[in-house]
């Protein structure tokens, strides 16, 4: 299907195509959303984003990114905006108002229905990372005391004004949440039957000034198709959608991705060339800052053979034979050190990002991944001591063995402490967990890794 637009949109694009209007009748707006921001040029995509029909236009911006947004709407008149925000529903309106510059959002407003521009300036004002700024106002409330038949009526009425009709939600006279029941119930119940005895009183709902990422995950924790929300009254003011939770949790869980691997947190492959170098660079800084430290460490060590005193012994106390030896296993050192880390930040910060790791089970799992580290530490270093003692000699495997194993469980612990302490601190772990545990991790293990062999081959 995606394929189908691309064609359509290009033989549009090169003059092939004999209709005012881009042919796209019965493909999906996201395809198309998909299709202009990946495939076309900016100036391209506004120019066949102008020959969709009108709700096909208003349709695409729903779907579309923000920076595709952004390049649609260059230029346009406020009036046509308005014409747009009123075809979608109006989360979706407030997304799109906030990416137009403040005159043009005024005058957008003017041009809107009074009820509709209330709603959207309403939406407006809430945090964009709540509950209120990721909620939507339509959807259908009922009284207790109403019949079923009257409610049905009511729904086939009102259907279109509402984005979802799944769940109705009980309101005394004050519009306090009072229950919810769903239409599935509505339908199976007798049509003269009352409201406020078939209800649910028991209601997962979710408070207006609320973290998104939290209610994006009660709400698909308990499997519901929307989540009331209500403010400090108990007024019930809008709902969330599963739509709308996944899309919070796919870009939450791209923002921790992009953080761990030290890429900031609004990358993406679409980027300019110095739009990347400019999110990329500033984490590298940590990793440099480690490596010349590290590299005064190696020199401390490894430096100064040709200095010692004897010949036969370095001012370390090992061998120079020996030290040679050991040196030529800090790569693989490093990358044990660094992988077994990675997975460990990788772990946390999911486990902090799904809610899989609450307040009475830290500690738990703290020390499940210190046990982590050791394990993993002992069997690599009971693989590598037979082929560094085949290699070199006995002690230099020993000494390499037993480095690896205090290395990579130091790692372990360091890396499960950074992610643990920064998600304590009130910050997201994945910000410091990937670059900074990497230079700590390969600092430290540089260090452990010398001292070992000092300690077993020194004098």
Same mark, same amino acid.
């Given at each position: 299907?995606?394929?189908?637009?691309?064609?359509?949109?290009?033989?549009?694009?090169?003059?092939?195509?004999?209709?005012?209007?881009?042919?796209?009748?019965?493909?999906?707006?996201?395809?198309?959303?998909?299709?202009?921001?990946?495939?076309?040029?900016?100036?391209?995509?506004?120019?066949?984003?102008?020959?969709?029909?009108?709700?096909?236009?208003?349709?695409?911006?729903?779907?579309?990114?923000?920076?595709?947004?952004?390049?649609?709407?260059?230029?346009?008149?406020?009036?046509?905006?308005?014409?747009?925000?009123?075809?979608?529903?109006?989360?979706?309106?407030?997304?799109?108002?906030?990416?137009?510059?403040?005159?043009?959002?005024?005058?957008?407003?003017?041009?809107?229905?009074?009820?509709?521009?209330?709603?959207?300036?309403?939406?407006?004002?809430?945090?964009?990372?709540?509950?209120?700024?990721?909620?939507?106002?339509?959807?259908?409330?009922?009284?207790?005391?109403?019949?079923?038949?009257?409610?049905?009526?009511?729904?086939?009425?009102?259907?279109?004004?509402?984005?979802?009709?799944?769940?109705?939600?009980?309101?005394?006279?004050?519009?306090?949440?009072?229950?919810?029941?769903?239409?599935?119930?509505?339908?199976?119940?007798?049509?003269?039957?009352?409201?406020?005895?078939?209800?649910?009183?028991?209601?997962?709902?979710?408070?207006?000034?609320?973290?998104?990422?939290?209610?994006?995950?009660?709400?698909?924790?308990?499997?519901?198709?929307?989540?009331?929300?209500?403010?400090?009254?108990?007024?019930?003011?809008?709902?969330?959608?599963?739509?709308?939770?996944?899309?919070?949790?796919?870009?939450?869980?791209?923002?921790?991705?992009?953080?761990?691997?030290?890429?900031?947190?609004?990358?993406?492959?679409?980027?300019?060339?110095?739009?990347?170098?400019?999110?990329? %660079?500033?984490?590298?800084?940590?990793? $440099?800052? @480690? /490596?010349?430290? *590290?590299?005064? !460490?190696? &020199?401390?060590? #490894?430096? =100064?053979?040709?200095?010692?005193?004897?010949?036969?012994?370095?001012?370390?106390?090992?061998?120079?034979?020996?030290?040679?030896?050991?040196?030529?296993?800090?790569?693989?050192?490093?990358?044990?050190?660094?992988?077994?880390?990675?997975?460990?930040?990788?772990?946390?910060?999911?486990?902090?990002?799904?809610?899989?790791?609450?307040?009475?089970?830290?500690?738990?799992?703290?020390?499940?991944?210190?046990?982590?580290?050791?394990?993993?530490?002992?069997?690599?270093?009971?693989?590598?001591?037979?082929?560094?003692?085949?290699?070199?000699?006995?002690?230099?495997?020993?000494?390499?063995?037993?480095?690896?194993?205090?290395?990579?469980?130091?790692?372990?612990?360091?890396?499960?402490?950074?992610?643990?302490?920064?998600? %304590?601190?009130?910050?997201?772990?994945? $910000?410091? @967990? /990937?670059?900074? *545990?990497?230079? !700590?991790? &390969?600092?430290? #293990?540089? =260090?452990?890794?010398?001292?070992?062999?000092?300690?077993?081959?020194?004098?």
């Amino acid at each position: 299907m995606r394929h189908q637009v691309l064609l359509a949109l290009r033989d549009h694009l090169d003059g092939g195509a004999e209709e005012a209007f881009v042919p796209v009748e019965g493909q999906y707006p996201a395809d198309i959303a998909d299709v202009l921001w990946l495939d076309f040029e900016r100036d391209e995509a506004r120019r066949l984003y102008q020959c969709l029909p009108e709700e096909t236009q208003a349709e695409v911006l729903a779907e579309a990114e923000a920076r595709l947004v952004e390049a649609l709407l260059d230029g346009i008149e406020p009036e046509m905006l308005a014409r747009k925000l009123e075809r979608i529903p109006a989360d979706d309106g407030t997304d799109i108002l906030a990416i137009v510059p403040e005159e043009v959002r005024q005058q957008v407003l003017c041009f809107i229905e009074p009820n509709d521009a209330s709603d959207l300036r309403h939406l407006a004002e809430y945090d964009p990372d709540s509950a209120g700024g990721m909620m939507t106002t339509e959807f259908i409330t009922v009284s207790q005391d109403e019949r079923i038949g009257d409610v049905l009526k009511r729904i086939k009425r009102d259907e279109d004004a509402a984005e979802t009709i799944h769940s109705l939600y009980v309101t005394d006279q004050r519009e306090v949440l009072q229950g919810v029941i769903s239409s599935r119930e509505l339908i199976e119940a007798g049509i003269h039957e009352i409201i406020g005895d078939l209800m649910n009183p028991d209601v997962i709902l979710a408070r207006v000034d609320e973290d998104q990422e939290d209610v994006a995950h009660r709400l698909l924790h308990y499997n519901l198709s929307a989540i009331p929300v209500v403010d400090p009254r108990g007024v019930i003011v809008g709902i969330v959608t599963a739509d709308d939770a996944l899309e919070v949790l796919e870009g939450e869980g791209s923002e921790d991705a992009l953080l761990l691997a030290g890429a900031g947190a609004d990358s993406d492959a679409s980027e300019t060339l110095w739009s990347k170098v400019i999110h990329r %660079a500033p984490m590298l800084t940590i990793p $440099v800052i @480690a /490596g010349l430290v *590290m590299s005064r !460490v190696m &020199d401390r060590f #490894a430096g =100064v053979l040709a200095e010692g005193p004897d010949p036969a012994v370095s001012i370390t106390g090992i061998a120079p034979e020996s030290l040679t030896a050991i040196i030529s296993f800090i790569p693989m050192v490093l990358a044990l050190a660094g992988t077994v880390g990675m997975q460990t930040s990788a772990v946390l910060v999911r486990g902090f990002a799904v809610g899989q790791i609450v307040e009475g089970k830290r500690r738990q799992v703290f020390f499940t991944e210190m046990q982590v580290g050791l394990i993993l530490g002992s069997m690599c270093a009971l693989i590598a001591l037979p082929a560094a003692t085949w290699f070199v000699s006995w002690d230099v495997g020993l000494a390499m063995g037993l480095a690896l194993l205090i290395a990579m469980s130091w790692t372990t612990t360091i890396a499960a402490g950074i992610a643990m302490g920064t998600e %304590a601190a009130g910050k997201d772990p994945a $910000v410091v @967990a /990937g670059p900074l *545990m990497i230079a !700590v991790s &390969d600092l430290s #293990a540089v =260090v452990i890794f010398f001292l070992t062999a000092e300690m077993l081959l020194g004098g």
